[in-house]
Nanobody, 116 residues
Framework: QVQLVESGGGLVQAGGSLRLSCTVS????????MAWYRQAPGKGRDSVAR?????????IYADSVAGRFTISRDNAENTVYLQMNSLKPEDTAVYYC????????WGQGTQVTVSS
């Protein structure tokens, strides 16, 4: 069974940076396109960044994070990363990873809180 474990969240001031990690166990990680999602209080879960399978050369970002967030992957470590720079209070949410089709059971997520 696939398990997703997100980490790296925390409390940061506006303008700061965080790097999130998501380690995947129990599957052939490299064959799946992956995504980072976030869910703010009272809102739905939305995709913010996507990366292709394999060497992960192709990425797509939501307009709200383009130019500030960078998704990457390390297939040898079964890990996908999200580098978040120039953070804004509106980035406050629980962040999750999954495939781009949300094929696996969700992990616990990691809380990101950006203070103004």
């Amino acid at each position: 069974q696939v398990q997703l474990v997100e980490s790296g969240g925390g409390l940061v001031q506006a303008g700061g940076s965080l790097r999130l990690s998501c380690t995947v166990s129990g599957s052939v990680f490299s064959t799946f396109p992956m995504a980072w999602y976030r869910q703010a209080p009272g809102k739905g879960r939305d995709s913010v960044a996507r990366i292709a399978d394999g060497t992960g050369g192709s990425t797509i970002y939501a307009d709200s994070v383009a130019g500030r967030f960078t998704i990457s992957r390390d297939n040898a470590e079964n890990t996908v990363y999200l580098q978040m720079n120039s953070l804004k209070p509106e980035d406050t949410a629980v962040y999750y990873c999954n495939t781009i089709s949300s094929a696996w059971n969700w992990g616990q997520g990691t809380q990101v809180t950006v203070s103004s």
